[in-house]
């Protein structure tokens, strides 16, 4: 044993054990009797060890392997020792097969348990992250009211003479200035309210050509304004009555149509679509703008998933390239989610030179009664009417 060089002093002790299990495992025939000693090797391994993906057991035992075959040639004869050996190897066999087991098995648990540790802290950054925006958006709330309370007063009580002058002009920009910070005051409310899975929808009757008929009107001075073309195909169903709640889906197609105009470049042409599916209707927006990167496609629809650099954006909600918080998708995500549908997006990727154009895909549910009864009821008379 002496002979097993490089194997510390304190493993002796555990050596005997070893030996003393294979002769019984041999004599019984057995080599199971081996499993005990090895699963306690095995789960010796620390921390350390398991991290840096030390050393495990199958080379020490193929030392051993290596010890007992020198032994039995030193100490028998040709024969006996190939009777040992004969005996001896089925007993390692085995032995190396158990505990690669075993040592595979503890490093998927090792990793399972990190991954676990890893997904609860990202979980936990997520809440704070949350309940941080929740924080904020409130407490932004209070003095934003006063700002526009006192801007409103001071415009309605300006002097007539001083209508045009540079005072009205501030005011004026405190005033927009105001109305954009309330947009995203807004916009942090509903993604907290939509983490925290407290969005409501009052589902009512409407209609899909309507609420792209009031977007287009909304943004006709805006698309004008960047010379671009809005087309909205009339397509089957849209003009059909289906549940849903209308000022949410506004909202939720405002971001996208605002997203259109932003990402594309002056002249270029934003088409709205749609086709009826089973059950649903999906309605696509397609632009012919700086397109997204596939890898991208997921991330846009996470909070503050706003691509590129952050110190390149303007903050205006329809100039090229002109970037917000990036909450908008999140939103709108939120929204047709809350509705039972789903957003997703489709482009090459991302080439402001060759423009590859992106189309977001709305699916939707056509519902023919609200899936509340209180609604159900209170709209019985007008669904049997449009019937
Ligand atoms: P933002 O407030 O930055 O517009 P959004 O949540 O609306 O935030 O969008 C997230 C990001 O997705 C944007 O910053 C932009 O990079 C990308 N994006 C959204 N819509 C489009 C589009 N139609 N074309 C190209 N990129 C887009």
């Not at 977007?215 to 289906?242: C, G, K, W």
């Amino acid at each position: 044993m002496a002979r097993g060089e490089g194997i510390r002093e304190s493993f002796l002790p555990e050596l005997d054990r070893f030996y003393d299990l294979l002769l019984q495992a041999i004599e019984f025939g057995d080599p199971a009797w081996l499993d005990p000693l090895l699963a306690e090797w095995v789960q010796a391994r620390t921390q350390t060890e398991l991290e840096d993906e030390e050393a495990s057991l199958p080379p020490i035992l193929n030392n051993l392997l290596l010890v007992t075959y020198e032994i039995t040639h030193e100490s028998l004869n040709e024969k006996d020792a190939m009777s040992v050996m004969g005996a001896v190897l089925p007993m390692y066999t085995h032995a190396l097969e158990y505990s690669t087991r075993q040592e595979t098995q503890l490093h998927i648990d090792h990793i399972s348990s990190e991954l676990e540790k890893a997904t609860n802290e990202l979980e936990r950054l997520d809440r704070s992250k949350s309940d941080f925006i929740a924080v904020a958006a409130h407490e932004l709330k209070t003095p934003l009211t006063l700002i526009e309370g006192y801007t409103s007063m001071l415009r309605e009580t300006l002097p007539g003479e001083m209508k045009l002058t540079p005072v009205d002009l501030y005011l004026k920009g405190i005033d927009s200035g105001s109305h954009r910070l309330r947009e995203i005051v807004d916009d942090m409310i509903d993604v907290s309210m939509i983490d925290n899975d407290l969005l409501s929808i009052t589902f009512q009757p409407i209609w899909l050509n309507r609420i792209l008929g009031v977007i287009a009107q909304e943004m006709a001075d805006y698309v004008q304004e960047r010379n671009q073309i809005l087309d909205i195909h009339p397509f089957p169903s849209s003009e059909e009555m289906t549940f849903g709640d209308g000022e949410r889906l506004l909202q939720a197609f405002r971001n996208l149509f605002s997203n259109s105009i932003k990402y594309t470049p002056d002249g270029g042409k934003i088409t709205v679509d749609g086709r009826l599916l089973p059950g649903f209707v999906e309605v696509t927006i397609t632009d012919t703008g700086i397109g997204i990167d596939p890898e991208d496609h997921q991330r846009i629809f996470e909070k503050f998933g706003r691509l590129g650099n952050v110190a390149l954006h303007s903050s205006s909600k329809t100039k090229f390239k002109g970037g917000g918080p990036g909450l908008g998708l999140p939103i709108t995500k939120g929204i047709i989610e809350a509705h039972g549908g789903a957003i997703w997006v489709e482009s090459e990727g991302y080439d402001e030179d060759k423009c590859p154009g992106s189309t977001f895909h709305i699916l939707l549910p056509m519902r023919k009664e609200p899936p509340d009864d209180r609604m159900a009821r209170l709209f019985k008379p007008q669904v049997e009417g449009t019937s």
